[in-house]
């Protein structure tokens, strides 16, 4: 295996009875990167990640993530990924502190780097004085971020990030994707979905689904170029009104 490639997917399908979900993508993401996956609804985004985060088996075809199979050591691949989901992941009756020492001992961290990382993670985000209180009663964006930070708590491979900007305010967007730029220069890759186009921008390369196949895929100028679309807004558009589906 090359160490450089994070994720490798060759063929990987997912059929659901007669309907095939995800056809046949293929497709590398390589260490560090920032990996804009994008699609319409119903593309089969969600379902491709479920595939490559280990919470799904896939049909037929290979993949690798983080070095593991996709069929065999899905456990492993947990284990080395982090994952922030669409709809706020964490517990909200749960104050902040205790939310993220919840989150470290999954992943069986020692108790002395749960307690340096957790101060770092407060002081980064400017919430210390926040510590004890319940996740709940916190502003969106604050929210956002805090889940972002507790997905890469245990320094993992690779993040999962799914539409993970939608309903914040545009200050707060563009502040959570600073985070994303550091967490990469870490070495952590970063696989995002985003409804945003102007965030695809800020990806180093992006893919777009169509109908369950990967039918572009190319860095945002390299994807304009080949459009001939001045934004990425325009790319999508000429793609997605090639769907014949939704959900």
Known sequence: ??????????????RFGDFTAVDKITFEVTRGEIFGFLGANGAGKTTAMRMLSG???????QATVAGFDVYK??????????????????????????????YAGIYGKSDAFIKEKTGYILDHLHMTSEANKLVGSLP???????????????????VFLDEPTGGVDPVTRREFWQMIYEAAETGITVFVTTHYMDEAEYCNRVSIM????IEALDTPGGLKRTFGARSMDEVFLKLARAAKRSE
Not at 55 to 61: D, F, I, M, R
């Open 210 to 213: 169509v109908d369950g196949r």
């Open 140 to 158: 969106l964006g604050w929210k956002q971020k805090l889940a972002f930070s507790v997905a890469i708590f245990h320094e993992p491979q690779l």
């Open 1 to 14: 295996m090359d160490n450089n490639k994070v994720i490798t997917a060759h063929e990987l399908t997912k």
């Open 73 to 102: 050591q899905n456990e492993q691949i947990k284990k080395n990924i982090g994952y922030m989901s669409q709809k706020f992941s964490l517990y909200e009756d749960l104050t902040v502190k205790e939310n993220i020492r919840f």
């Open 55 to 61: 919470l799904s088996l896939p049909t037929s075809g």
